[in-house]
Each structure stands twice: as structure tokens, then as C-alpha cells.
């Protein structure tokens, strides 16, 4: 099992920055990929960036340039960096971890709220 917690949300206002966080507990050595993905009102959850085992990244086309996804092993810990937020960017975020060998994100964290003021 594996345990997802978030933090760093929160409300800013249009071009601000925030950082999210996401520590994982448990059987950690079995996670390969984590994720960010986020769920705006009345639409579906999508992906926002990953980030595999090697630290190879990948990025929605719309996020591409403003955020950075990293990862740190020792704290067990993944980060995502917002920078030049938008409207659009609100959100609930939730971290996701893919274990080894699997296809479908497994663990989910609770979420946490971007809210992005114009």
C-alpha cells in the first residue's frame, strides 16, 4: 500500500506562482511514475505532468513552459512548480502513483485546491 498526501494549494492571483507537494508513505520502492493530475468543475480529471523513476518528465501542452514536475527520491517527495498561473489553471490537483510494471495509476492523494483570481 501506498500513502499520497498533498499540500501547497491555495488561492493566488493570475501570473503568481505556487509549489505543490506530495509526500508518499508506505511501499515506496515500488512506485515507479507519479503524476499530477487535476479536475476543474464539470470536467474530467486530466493529466497535468509526470514523472518516471529516472526523473524523465512529461507535460499537458498547456502547462508546457509555466510548471516543472521533480521529484525527490530521499524525502520521498514530488513537487510541482507553478509558475505565470492562469484562470484556467484552477483546479483540485491530486497526486498519483503508478507502481512498477503497472499500466493504471493505483494511489490516489485526497487533492488539493488551486484557485487562480483574474
Known amino acids: 500500500q501506498v500513502q499520497l498526501v498533498e499540500s501547497g494549494g491555495g488561492l493566488v492571483q493570475a501570473g503568481g506562482s505556487l509549489r505543490l507537494s506530495c509526500a508518499a508513505s508506505?511501499?515506496?520502492?515500488?512506485?515507479?511514475?507519479m503524476g499530477w493530475y487535476r479536475q476543474a468543475p464539470g470536467e474530467q480529471r486530466g493529466m497535468v505532468a509526470t514523472v518516471r523513476s529516472d526523473g524523465s518528465t512529461n507535460y499537458a501542452d498547456s502547462v508546457k513552459g509555466r510548471f516543472t514536475i521533480s521529484r525527490d527520491n530521499a524525502k520521498n517527495t514530488v513537487y510541482l512548480q507553478m509558475n505565470s498561473l492562469k484562470p484556467e489553471d484552477t483546479a483540485v490537483y491530486y497526486c498519483?502513483?503508478?507502481?512498477?510494471?503497472?499500466?493504471?495509476?493505483?494511489?490516489w492523494g485526497q487533492g488539493t485546491q488551486v484557485t487562480v483570481s483574474s
Open positions: 498519483a502513483a503508478r507502481l512498477y510494471g503497472r499500466i493504471e495509476y493505483e494511489y
Open positions: 508506505g511501499s515506496i520502492f515500488s512506485i515507479g511514475t
